[in-house]
């Protein structure tokens, strides 16, 4: 598989010999659906319940908490419904029954967008783990805060068409679902090869990201076209709160190479033979750029923008999220 | 070369460990998977570039401590050997350096020509002179040069070696060594000697034995170049219409056969070809595939001793000379008829020379055009028109040979021999009966007897003034001139104060008539520019302003000698001659003794020149590579360190 080759491509010599060589490591993880290069960040089931218990202690607020203040429409009066909040000037007005909404009362569900391309499943070697582990807990993590809150959650692959995204939905069981789904994805896809990709993964959002939903995207944003910073950013509208996190391995962060190496792309091909020590400074400042470019488009539409890398630390980052789109 | 050393010497294929570890350390770089690898600039070029440089001062410095190396324990069997001076007194000498740079010395021996060897040996005798050695160095192709006059000076001795360059010219071994012992009388060194640096091909094999001249001995110092040699040349070549005709020499004995001549256009295209004549000399023709073609020039194929005279240029065949008679065919015939009778002597001299008659003098200039000279036998007078294309004909280097008699003498109002005399000529009666014989000069002295009773009852007279400006060749008795000649422009005036008529003198019948017209012709051939001359031959130009000559290998500088120009043609090839604003080509061609490559005889030397002369030596290398090996060894530390710095610094 894709992402078991490049683990191997990049580990060294001897590591190889260390790891690569063992029958568990090879057929065991496989078997325990090892799709993913966990590294030291699995198990997700507890990985993800333990960094969410650490991140929403205190800071998280419920979606049905409190009176809203913003207005957010009319609709039919059920049975049931707060009889403070029925409209009584439409009432006398048209005879109907209709009731007040506000925004805070809308649906607060919790749209996970996880980039699940090839480049997702890069582990450097300085990695605890590759960028797709990292996003798995961290969406996993995000949808036990939600969940546990009685928020809804989907989650959206970004990724070739053999990943099949998680409808909206709440409860234990969906935990369960989301749980199952991250630990079993095979990243793939080349976002070069196949630049509908993305809008794939944002027209399968629109569907169930309403009014008030919570957006978080979660990728390395490195091989997504140039407008894909508009189109996700265009998420932030009709009153949905985005949250885009960039997930970086820190060999991509830091550029660590020495020499003359070569290089070569996990999407769109590319290869490209360089002298490290010579060229550093010009890659940091290109990605500078490109996490500039997310950056402003994002806070030019009310987005929020996240960079980490898969050595920080998963509860602090979980936390900043959440504050971020509180 | 022994065992021992072919040994050490092949010890020298480890050059390329070096290199082998070179490539066995120097590994591609490792390709990584990196997905952003799109944000990075690629840079190969730059950092291969800079790995090459590092690594290949230290190769090339490796690879030549390994062959310096192999060449060290080869020593002391490799040694070299070079030309020195022997003082057997340990005073200062006087050397003349005689070097041949003729064409044979362009002949590939060893490696190299014999001129590049000669050169070296000249520098090695240079090298081993010391203060107070006064060097001297003619140079023996033709014509002989003295390159460097005596001179102590060594630097000067050495920038005078270097310099010198190969040329196509002939050889004159003779006349090199004679002006070497020239050179050396006014020497104050009492050791004198002659060093000879030549193949001694100097196409005279038979001739006498070369030799010194007196106590000054003669050292044939590099006998290893004076080996007979293949060589064939093209001597000329000229197209008449769709063929060339082809002359070519080989050394006696020798010949071309089984090799083709190739004639090719200016962009080096095969025109046609046809297989070499057989023989040391021959001549062929060439026919072009193509009537309208233009031949560039010929090739000999195959290979011989000497590569530059294989090839010569072709040139159109110029048109044949004429000689332009202008005679009054009733009073100038004889009596058993025929053509009048200059144009008769003219014919019996049986050069190689076409005689036009004129009705009389043209008065326009093209039909003097391509005329070697023009007679005029007693014209009367000449008319404006005449004088103006006269005078320009001569101004041009143009030949006249102009008789005057009764009709000269009977010139009517305005029609004068002007700017030729610039006064009448009287027609008068004399009692000489000949011509002094100590006056008669030049070609003409042999025949002066026949002139001593001339059998003329009258004769022409100039005026004091007009003789005046003429160089008498022969003289009546009483002094007046009978032949005299002037020059005017590049041309010259040649006069005869009797007409050719025979029935005004008997001078027609008599065989200084004969000698005359031969002199005359002469010095018209010598006037109408040859288009040809071998190689090394001086070309004068009497009477040109101005003259400039551009060779095959660029300008030449002019010399004038009595205020005449004169140049020197030192390559074979075409040169493009202007001469007064008026351009034509000309072409130097092979000297055909210089294809005869066999060594002439060298006399033996005095007694006891061995021991007052030079010997070669023996010199031992071994100090020499050691050093390099040492050098190199250094530099590779260097290296070494410089780059360790680098990468700490890194």
Same mark, same amino acid.
């Given at each position: 598989m894709l992402n078991w080759a490049v683990s191997r491509r990049t580990w060294s010599f001897r590591e190889r010999r260390a790891r690569g060589t063992s029958p568990a490591f090879v057929m065991g993880a496989r078997e325990i659906r090892q799709a993913i290069d966990w590294g030291e960040l699995g198990p997700l089931r507890f990985r993800a319940r333990q960094v969410a218990e650490g991140a929403y202690a205190g800071l998280h607020r419920s979606a049905l908490r409190g009176a809203g203040v913003e207005f957010g429409g009319y609709r039919e009066y059920v049975a049931g419904d707060d009889l403070r909040r029925l409209d009584r000037r439409s009432l006398l007005r048209h005879q109907r029954l209709l009731v007040r909404q506000f925004e805070t009362e809308t649906d607060r569900a919790l749209c996970l967008v996880v980039d699940a391309s090839s480049s997702m499943a890069f582990r450097g070697p300085a990695a605890k783990g590759s960028k797709i582990a990292f996003a798995a807990i961290v969406a996993a993590a995000l949808a036990r805060i939600a969940i546990v809150n009685g928020d809804p959650v989907s989650v959206t692959f970004a990724g070739d068409e053999r990943v099949q995204s998680i409808a909206r939905s709440s409860g234990r069981e969906q935990f369960e679902r989301i749980v199952a789904a991250l630990e079993t994805l095979e990243p793939g896809g080349d976002a070069f090869a196949d630049p509908g990709m993305l809008d794939r993964a944002l027209l399968s959002l629109a569907r169930v990201a309403r009014r008030g939903a919570i957006v978080v995207v979660l990728g390395d944003l490195l091989d997504w076209a140039s407008g894909a910073a508009e189109k996700v950013a265009s998420l932030a509208s009709g009153g949905r709160v985005l949250a885009v996190v960039q997930t970086l391995d820190p060999a991509e962060a830091d550029f660590p190479f020495s020499g003359t190496v070569r290089l070569r792309a996990l999407e769109g091909g590319h290869v490209v033979e360089t002298d490290a020590d010579a060229t550093r400074a010009a890659y940091l400042d290109a990605l500078g750029e490109?996490?500039?470019?997310?950056?402003?488009?994002?806070?030019?539409?009310?987005?929020?923008?996240?960079?980490?890398t898969t050595n920080d630390s998963l509860t602090g980052l979980v936390r900043s999220i959440v504050q971020t789109i509180r | 070369?022994?065992?021992?050393?072919?040994?050490?010497?092949?010890?020298?294929?480890?050059?390329?460990?070096?290199?082998?570890?070179?490539?066995?350390?120097?590994?591609?770089?490792?390709?990584?998977?990196?997905?952003? %690898?799109?944000? =990075? +600039?690629? !840079?190969?070029?730059? &950092?291969?570039?800079?790995? *090459?440089?590092?690594?290949?001062? #230290?190769?090339?410095?490796?690879? %030549?401590?390994? =062959? +310096?190396? !192999?060449?060290?324990? &080869?020593?002391?069997?490799? *040694?070299?050997?070079?030309?020195? #001076?022997?003082?057997?007194?340990? %005073?200062?000498?006087?050397?003349?350096?005689?070097?041949?740079?003729?064409?044979?010395? *362009?002949a590939v021996s060893g490696g190299g020509t014999r001129l590049e060897r000669a050169r070296r040996g000249a520098l090695e005798l240079v090298s081993s002179a010391r203060e107070g050695d006064s060097i001297a160095v003619v140079l023996a192709g033709t014509p002989v040069r003295v390159e460097l006059a005596s001179t102590t000076d060594l630097g000067a001795a050495r920038q005078a070696t270097l310099a010198l360059t190969p040329s196509d010219r002939g050889t004159d071994l003779e006349g090199a060594l004679t002006r070497a012992h020239e050179l050396l009388a006014s020497a104050p060194q009492a050791d004198r000697r002659i060093v000879l640096l030549s193949d001694l091909a100097d196409g005279r094999a038979d001739g006498e034995p070369l030799s010194g001249a007196g106590d000054t001995p003669l050292w044939v110092a590099l006998p290893e170049l004076a080996a007979s040699r293949v060589d064939c040349a093209l001597v000329r070549a000229d197209q008449r219409?769709?063929?060339?005709?082809?002359?070519?020499?080989?050394?006696?004995?020798?010949?071309?056969?089984?090799?083709?001549?190739?004639?090719?256009?200016?962009q080096g295209s095969s025109l046609g070809r046809t297989p070499a004549p057989g023989g040391d000399k021959g001549e062929t023709s060439v026919f072009l595939q193509r009537g309208d073609a233009k031949a560039d020039r010929v090739r000999l194929t195959g290979a011989d001793a000497i590569v530059e005279d294989d090839v010569a240029p072709v040139l159109p065949e110029a048109a044949r000379g004429t000689l332009a008679v202008v005679a009054d065919a009733t009073d100038e015939a004889v009596a058993t008829g025929g053509a009048p009778i200059v144009e008769q002597a003219l014919g019996a001299l049986k050069l190689d020379v076409d005689v036009a008659p004129l009705p009389a003098v043209p008065d326009t200039v093209d039909e003097l055009a391509n005329r070697l000279g023009v007679v005029l036998d007693d014209p009367p007078g000449l008319t404006p028109e005449q004088r103006h294309v006269l005078a320009g004909f001569v101004g041009s280097g143009g030949v006249v040979l102009l008789a005057l008699g009764p009709h000269a003498a009977a010139a009517p109002l305005g029609a004068t021999f002007e700017p030729i005399l610039t006064q009448a000529v009287s027609w008068d009666d004399t009692t000489q009966r000949g011509v002094q014989a100590s006056t008669v000069v030049g070609g003409l002295a042999e025949s002066a007897e026949s002139l001593s009773d001339l059998g003329a009852t009258r004769r022409t007279l100039l005026s004091p003034a007009d003789a005046a400006l003429f160089q008498p060749l022969a003289s009546w008795t009483d002094g007046a001139p009978l032949v005299a000649r002037r020059n005017m422009g590049r041309g010259e005036i040649w006069i005869v104060c009797l007409p050719f008529s025979l029935d005004a003198s008997d001078l027609a019948l008599r065989p200084a008539f004969l000698a005359l017209l031969h002199e005359w012709l002469q010095v018209a051939l010598d006037h109408a520019a040859p288009l040809r001359g071998v190689v090394g031959a001086s070309w004068s130009f009497p009477g040109a302003r101005s003259v400039r000559v551009e060779g095959p290998a660029g300008p030449l500088e002019i010399a004038r000698e009595t205020g005449v120009a004169r140049v020197s043609t030192p390559w074979l090839g075409v040169y493009r001659v202007t001469v007064d604003e008026r351009t034509e080509p000309r072409v130097a061609q092979v000297d055909p003794r210089e294809v005869d490559l066999r060594p002439r005889r060298v006399a033996p030397g005095p007694a006891g020149a061995d021991s007052i002369g030079q010997r070669r030596e023996l010199v031992d290398v071994s100090g020499y590579v050691a050093l390099v090996l040492l050098v190199l060894l250094t530099i590779e530390m260097a290296l070494r360190l410089s780059s360790r710095r680098t990468l700490v610094g890194a």
């Open positions: 490109l996490t500039r470019g997310w950056r402003e488009s994002l806070a030019r539409r009310g987005g929020r923008f996240l960079s980490a | 070369m022994t065992f021992l050393s072919a040994l050490a010497l092949s010890m020298a294929v480890l050059v390329v460990a070096p290199y082998l570890a070179h490539r066995l350390r120097r590994k591609n770089a490792e390709e990584q998977i990196f997905p952003p %690898a799109r944000l =990075v +600039v690629p !840079a190969p070029p730059e &950092a291969r570039r800079r790995s *090459r440089l590092e690594d290949r001062a #230290l190769l090339v410095t490796r690879g %030549a401590a390994v =062959v +310096v190396l !192999a060449v060290l324990g &080869a020593t002391p069997f490799v *040694r070299c050997s070079q030309l020195s #001076l022997h003082r057997a007194a340990g %005073a200062s000498i006087a050397m003349v350096i005689v070097v041949d740079d003729s064409m044979s010395m *362009r219409g769709s063929r060339v005709h082809v002359e070519m020499a080989c050394g006696p004995g020798q010949s071309a056969a089984g090799r083709e001549l190739v004639v090719e256009d200016a």
